[in-house]
């Protein structure tokens, strides 16, 4: 089955039981944050998101502000960026869909991305300022830096300065192309170099708006906040097949770039025991990765479905379009331990690890993926 089937544009399953039903918060509703979504989604689709997903309380004011904050606006593009991740991949989908019939909801941990540093990328700004223009309005600010060295990438993380521990991260990798062959650099500049921006005039006027005040009138975030999700999409045209293939040879991360682009990657589920959530998902038969990561600190530990397989559209050699099956995103589990720091404070451990990272982006390698529901 795909995401869509299930339930069509976020829409709650029929067989939801009554429990899950009414276990949403009822000041969740009334909220500023659901004014905010409202204009974006229908109560069906926003009351599926209120059951699937915990929504922290800081980002639940009463509504009837003549504003929203940049908290508010943060944490409702991370619930449609969330929601796009269940339509994309169907094995996210029926995990959470096994989760709200048991009244449960999904703790989002993090969403990850990926970018090219490259000489020619369009219209679009080159490596991660693609996305983080867009974060640090919101409120995001740099909290790791992670060489990928294996894959010649740097991934950096990002919280929320407001509530780092309860609003999702972005973990946002950069692929450095000047670490490639001149032929491979030479193909992502074809490839790279068609990116349009999706931001125009006032999206950009109104995100510096946000970051200079800390908030916009509601009317105003509620034009950008389309336009914010679309960001998180493929900006450049589709590789031929034999643009494909050759970026494949060095890299799979890069080759799963040029058919996906800004997608999430992966989005993750925050669990307080992902090697037992592990075992019970194999059980159920469903494509787990074969080990669990574990951070160098023994606190972070993490694994995943594999990817899902998608059918993109390119051209062959005769200019002939033909679907060809690649890799597709992924769905993320991960447990954090919580650890006291050097002032003595207790902290949840939000750090991530360039082991971890790279052996998850294994998961988008395998060209044939692991296949749709």
Same mark, same amino acid.
């Given at each position: ?173 950069? *692929? ?47 034009? *950008? *906040? ?148």
């Amino acid at each position: 089955m795909n995401a869509q089937a299930h339930h069509p544009a976020g829409s709650p399953p029929d067989a939801m039981s009554a429990a899950a039903a009414s276990s949403a918060p009822t000041s969740a509703h009334d909220s500023q944050l659901i004014a905010l979504l409202g204009a974006q989604r229908s109560p069906r689709q926003i009351d599926f998101l209120l059951r699937a997903l915990h929504v922290p309380s800081c980002t639940l004011r009463p509504a009837g502000a003549a504003t929203v904050s940049r908290l508010e606006l943060a944490q409702a593009l991370n619930m449609l960026l969330f929601e796009k991740l269940l339509q994309d991949v169907p094995y996210a989908d029926a995990y959470v869909a096994d989760a709200m019939t048991a009244g449960k909801r999904m703790h989002f941990d993090h969403g990850a991305l990926r970018t090219v540093l490259a000489n020619h990328t369009g219209l679009l700004p080159a490596g991660e300022a693609a996305i983080t223009r867009i974060l640090r309005p919101l409120g995001y600010v740099q909290n790791g830096l992670y060489p990928l060295e294996r894959l010649r990438m740097t991934g950096r993380a990002y919280a929320h300065a407001d509530a780092p521990e309860d609003i999702a991260q972005f973990f946002v990798s950069e *692929l450095h192309a000047d670490r490639f062959s001149p032929e491979f650099q030479h193909v992502v500049d074809q490839v790279i170099g068609t990116s349009v921006d999706p931001l125009g005039a006032d999206a950009k006027a109104l995100l510096a708006q946000l970051e200079a005040q800390r908030e916009l009138p509601l009317a105003a975030a509620g034009e *950008l *906040l389309p336009v914010l999700l679309s960001a998180f999409d493929r900006q450049h045209d589709l590789p031929t097949i034999a643009q494909y293939e050759r970026l494949r040879e060095e890299s799979a991360e890069m080759a799963w770039i040029a058919t996906e682009g800004n997608v999430f990657n992966h989005a993750t589920d925050r669990v307080p025991d992902v090697e037992a959530l592990a075992e019970r998902q194999r059980a159920l038969g469903r494509p787990m990765k074969d080990k669990v990561e574990v951070s160098r600190n023994g606190r972070v530990r993490q694994t995943a479905y594999r990817a899902c397989t998608v059918l993109r559209p390119m051209r062959d050699e005769h200019g002939v379009v033909i679907e060809k099956t690649v890799p597709g995103s992924f769905y993320e589990f991960i447990s954090r331990d919580r650890y006291v720091d050097e002032q003595g404070v207790e902290r949840l451990d939000l750090s991530f690890d360039s082991g971890n990272a790279q052996g998850i982006f294994k998961m988008t390698a395998n060209s044939t993926g692991a296949g749709g529901m």
